[in-house]
């Protein structure tokens, strides 16, 4: 979570209300400051500012939390938020009336940075002319760490349970939906593909060429032709022009000890310095960063003025935004209907047209940049809940936390359900306190060209039916990688060879076939743990450490259902005596349907060998990392909080704690395992055997030439 300390409170005492339940109209708000309303001017004068002068105020805004969350700076002068200043104001309430308790600013005030900060939080939204928008007015700015906390009053007046914090109307928010309307998005770009794989592009990636372009336009940097030009230009255009101005540059977000540091812009050498070459976090990185780049070509390639006008860094720029500040809304509904967009004549027949044109399916859900929404910090218990609401057209944000809000308490929201290692690789933080799941992957031996990343990216090929394939090259490169799980033919008192143990030979070819099928299977070689600490909460505010030492999993609450990492590792072990001795039966009938089945348990010797596999598995995944489980929990309580180091060494500790998790089961479960199956067999039998070493790879060579069961 991004650093944050206190904010002043204004001098003078102001009285304080509670939203009234039957509309969100805000009554009262601050006077705007003097330098920008013309010395006493009323409100409804200050509201009479031109366009023209809010873009002045407005362009120069550029200050992102941590986290990546966007907010304003206006380019007033230093007198603009001295809170010594503001008048005294009235905001009647028939719950409660009370006064803020003074206090001196506990941050400088002449510093023009926060001045303008300052003035964006309390304003961007809670001094918006609209029905639609409201401020709780216990709602105070914390310039320092840019965020919003609860104001002290006389009183301790909390903010209670279901209690309104913010809304945030839609004309305030940029929508994927937005984008795919655009004339030029539709004329240029929706023809993109992904180079390699022949896929269609993420709506993400419309999304930031829109805001790109608007913003070049905004600056008479891309001249527009007649042909792509909408018809007229809305003062909620004019409004979010600003925001894009907002965004900070590529070198922010490059700098590795700044704020706004993305982990897709560190260098290579860096990622696999602080998390290994082939681990989930390094290889998610290396994902994002690659999908953006393609993203990129893709545009270029369809479209030589979006090549003439855009950089790659520009795009990269954006994209990054887009992915670290959008909030999904859900899918679009009749109030966003627009009869007549691109000739469509209902929402339903638009919609359909950007999946047949672009393969963008905004039926699933769409996605919306929200400023303000997106400073708020991220924990996976959250004191207050975002959620869309289609019939007033707004992110309406209110109290979660049982207790209410207390004075002095940061507003955190929830980005959503994140593993360790997603929420940091999306949003370069992590929470430090084992509040957020972890993952952990087996697959050691080849490379998952399903990374996680969903329907915004893959290595895989998009069929006609939706369903995902390799290339006939990654096929190939799979195929060699994956016969190193069968290469110590465990079950077996020798190394098996074709023409000294046919069936065992027919069976582990099989076998092959088979782990070649569930080869990109996400899950059937990534486990997600749930989390260290559940029940953790945010701390007060986000510049203290939740917990100062490593997270650690307690055994006691420790539940594992791994049902599906388990069936690969059972498939790896089966032997030409499992399912009552038809196991090439079987596995030849499923492979002929294509079946992706899950291996249940069949004997006690198989499971034993099946956790063995585990073991050997997440003992070779442990070895990629460049620490260790010891080494991090050692280090953490001295690593300063929230740095680069500490940051990195949070998510590694995770996975490999996972990893230790997982092996711990197996070891413990193997000798169960052992144990019952020695009740009714020999301890040398050859079904207990476990080989310690790889057989020779030779042996592997005719499995690589066999083209039986080929698919």
């Keep these: 979570m991004p650093n944050k300390t206190n904010l002043r409170r204004r001098a003078n005492k102001k009285q304080i209300s509670k939203a009234p339940e039957d509309t969100l109209k805000v009554h009262h708000q601050p006077k705007l400051n003097s330098s920008l309303t013309g010395g006493s001017k009323s409100r409804k004068e200050a509201k009479n500012i031109t366009t023209n002068s809010w873009r002045n105020v407005l362009l120069s805004f550029l200050v992102v939390s941590s986290v990546g969350s966007i907010l304003f700076l206006s380019s007033s002068d230093k007198q603009s938020t001295s809170s010594s200043e503001e008048d005294a104001q009235t905001v009647k309430s028939s719950k409660y009336n009370d006064i803020l308790k003074p206090s001196v600013p506990d941050w400088n005030t002449s510093d023009p940075i926060l001045q303008r900060t300052d003035y964006f939080l309390k304003n961007y939204v809670c001094t918006e002319n609209s029905t639609n928008s409201y401020c709780h007015p216990l709602l105070e700015s914390v310039p320092q760490r840019r965020t919003h906390r609860i104001a002290q009053t006389e009183s301790d007046h909390l903010v209670e349970y279901k209690e309104t914090v913010m809304v945030l109307p839609r004309h305030l928010l940029i929508w994927d939906l937005d984008a795919m309307r655009d004339l030029w998005i539709r004329h240029h770009l929706f023809q993109a593909r992904h180079m390699n794989t022949g896929n269609t592009l993420d709506s993400g990636a419309f999304l930031a060429a829109f805001l790109l372009r608007k913003k070049l336009l905004a600056s008479g940097a891309w001249l527009e032709e007649k042909k792509d030009r909408e018809e007229g230009s809305s003062s909620k255009e004019e409004s979010l022009l600003e925001y894009l101005d907002a965004l900070p540059s590529f070198r922010d977000l490059q700098d590795m000890n700044g704020k706004h540091s993305h982990p897709t812009l560190w260098p290579e050498d860096t990622v696999v310095a602080l998390f290994g070459k082939l681990t989930p976090t390094s290889i998610l990185v290396k994902g994002y960063r690659n999908m953006m780049h393609s993203e990129y070509v893709a545009f270029c390639e369809v479209s030589s003025e979006f090549q003439t006008y855009l950089t790659v860094e520009d795009y990269i720029t954006m994209r990054l935004h887009v992915i670290s500040r959008s909030f999904g809304p859900g899918p679009a509904r009749n109030e966003e209907e627009m009869v007549g967009v691109h000739d469509t004549h209902a929402l339903p027949e638009e919609i359909e047209l950007y999946k047949k044109e672009a393969g963008v399916d905004l039926s699933k859900g769409c996605r919306a940049m929200s400023p303000i929404l997106d400073t708020w910090d991220h924990h996976a218990k959250p004191n207050v809940d975002w959620k869309y609401s289609h019939r007033k057209r707004a992110f309406i944000i209110s109290v979660v936390e049982k207790k209410g809000l207390q004075a002095m308490q940061d507003i955190i929201v929830s980005y959503g359900k994140y593993s360790d290692t997603h929420l940091f690789t999306k949003f370069g933080f992590v ?59 465990d079950g077996y008192e020798e190394c098996i060879t074709k023409e000294g143990d046919p069936e065992g030979y027919m069976l582990k070819l099989l076998k092959l076939r088979h782990l070649q099928l569930i080869a990109n299977i996400y899950d059937r070689w990534t486990y997600t743990v749930a989390p260290r600490n559940e029940e953790s909460k945010p701390s007060a505010s986000s510049d203290i450490p939740i917990i100062t030492d490593a997270a650690k999993f307690d055994p006691k609450n420790v539940k594992f259902d791994g049902s599906k990492i388990i069936s690969t590792c059972r498939l790896i072990a089966l032997n030409t005596e499992d399912y009552d001795g ?34 050997r598995l997440t003992t070779g995944a442990l070895h990629l990392y460049p620490s260790t489980v010891q080494k991090d929990i050692a280090s953490i309580p001295s690593l300063k909080f929230q740095s680069k180091e500490w940051t990195a060494a949070q998510v590694r500790l995770g996975e490999m704690q996972s990893l230790e998790m997982l092996r711990s089961i197996a070891t413990s479960g193997s000798k169960q395992m052992r144990n019952r199956a020695q ?33």
């Design 431 to 489: 929470n430090g306190d084992g509040s957020g799941h972890t993952e952990a992957s087996i697959a050691i031996m080849h490379p998952l060209r399903n990374i996680g990343m969903g329907q915004q990216f893959s290595y895989l090929i998009e069929g006609e039916n939706g369903a995902y394939t390799p290339s006939e090259f990654d096929r190939e490169a799979q195929k060699k990688a994956l016969i190193n799980y069968l290469r110590y033919d």
């Design 582 to 615: 038809k196991a090439i039966e079987v596995l030849t009938k499923k492979l002929k349907n294509g079946d992706e089945f899950l291996i249940e348990k069949q004997s006690e010797q198989l499971e034993f060998r099946a956790l063995m596999v585990l073991s």
């Design 679 to 711: 009740e009714n067999i020999s301890s040398s039998h050859p079904s207990l055997k476990i080989h310690q070493t790889p057989c020779p790879a030779k042996n592997a060579v005719d499995l690589l030439k066999d083209t039986s069961y080929a698919f």
